[in-house]
């Protein structure tokens, strides 16, 4: 039996041309916006600004900018404005939700592209919303050249430089200590356990803080075999220190590390009613505001001397506490920066790597905090 061979009518021909010719012009579309894309991804654009910079039709301009993660945060926002695209490109990036919007805003106040990037890079997303809605600032290189200012605090630089006839880091510095609020309040709640963490009369624990690794104290390396408790890193490395320190004819204990909410509330009331008010707002903390709530506090003491900043203790620690990732936390004369008078026996861990760095560069810890800490 013979098939029968299957004849097309011209019309059905020229059907399935057209429909061949249109599936392969779409095909070469979908592959030319597949290599468009593509080409846009491997400059360091995401596919959702790679498609916007097609749609509109910027490809060329981004090819000659190259990878800018500013106007790629430009082309992913809703609130992209071509008027601005040449601006984008000149200004920091920072991963703010509100990026595009604040830069917009702050160009319509009138700064310059390096005035906004001053600005969106010394603030949180909110922080620099807040900024971008006031009035344009007079002076903003001034604290801003400045890489740990925060926008949010301009007022406060501005009055207390003002009052305080402060030079502009000293300001700078000196209000983000919140030193430009009265001891104790406004304070900042520290939730977080770490062996950076800062503590002092502007930024407290609670009474029911838990210290990591809280270990007690072998009593051989204590005044009078005391029972002392303090961090387990912490008590490591100071042992290490000792027993370098005993190599070398050093002798050194501690004299007291950590302290409970409870016990430096018992402390504060013992000192200040043997000696007033306006001793323990020098010499002690107040309850949650203690270093040694911490477990990473210690104050030492000689075997060779009863008093410890005679000894040649006092002199080898100071000189090589470093080392072990101890510092020197109440340095004398910088009792406006640190907040407490001059201790001589009072040492804080902070790990190896800060240790040095703060030795290296003759600072504070209160500083270090403020340069490299301080994210809130």
């Given amino acids: 039996m013979q098939k029968k061979k ?26 030319f916006y597949c290599y468009q894309i593509h080409s846009l991804t491997s400059l360091g654009y995401s596919r959702k600004a790679s498609h916007r910079i097609l749609v509109e039709f910027k490809k060329d301009y981004i090819v000659s900018v190259g990878k800018n993660k500013t106007l790629n945060a430009a082309f992913e926002s809703k609130d992209y404005n071509e008027k601005n695209l040449d601006r984008y490109q000149k200004i920091k990036y920072q991963e703010h939700e509100h990026l595009i919007s604040n830069i917009n805003e702050l160009i319509k106040k009138g700064y310059s592209d390096y005035e906004i990037s001053m600005i969106v890079t010394h603030g949180n997303d909110k922080a ?35 009052e305080e006839r402060e030079d502009e880091e000293t300001t700078v510095l000196h209000v983000n200590l919140n030193l430009d609020i009265p001891d104790y309040e406004q304070a900042v709640e520290v939730v977080k356990f770490s062996t950076d963490m ?81 001793y323990v707002l020098k010499y002690v903390a107040k309850p949650g505001f203690s270093e040694h709530q911490t477990g990473l506090g210690f104050d030492i003491a000689s075997t060779t001397s009863n008093v410890f900043v005679d000894s040649k203790e006092s002199k080898w620690l100071f000189d090589n506490a470093y080392k072990y990732g101890f510092i020197y936390r109440y340095p004398k004369g910088l009792e406006s920066i640190t907040g407490y008078n001059y201790e001589s026996w009072h040492y804080r861990y902070v790990g190896k790597k800060i240790a040095k760095y703060i030795e290296d560069h003759n600072i504070t810890f209160d500083e270090y905090y403020v340069r490299f800490l301080d994210k809130d």
Wanted: a negative charge.
């Fill in 128 to 162: 620099v919303g807040d900024f971008a809605k006031r009035e344009k600032v007079r002076y903003l290189e001034e604290f801003y050249s400045i890489s740990y200012a925060r926008v949010e605090n301009y007022d406060r630089y501005l009055k207390y430089m003002d």
């Fill in 198 to 278: 800062f503590v002092n009369k502007h930024h407290y624990l609670d009474k029911d803080f838990k210290v990591d690794d809280l270990v007690t104290v072998d009593s051989k390396y204590t005044v009078g075999n005391e029972k002392i408790q303090a961090n387990r890193e912490a008590y490591n490395a100071f042992v290490s220190m000792l027993k370098d320190g005993e190599k070398e004819d050093m002798h050194f204990l501690i004299n007291s590390c950590y302290r409970s909410y409870e016990d430096q509330e018992e402390t504060w009331n013992t000192y200040k009613g043997l000696y007033g008010d306006n």
């Fill in 6 to 31: 299957i004849r097309l009518k011209k019309p059905a021909i020229v059907l399935l041309i057209i429909m061949g010719s249109v599936l392969a012009l779409s095909l070469g579309v979908i592959l």
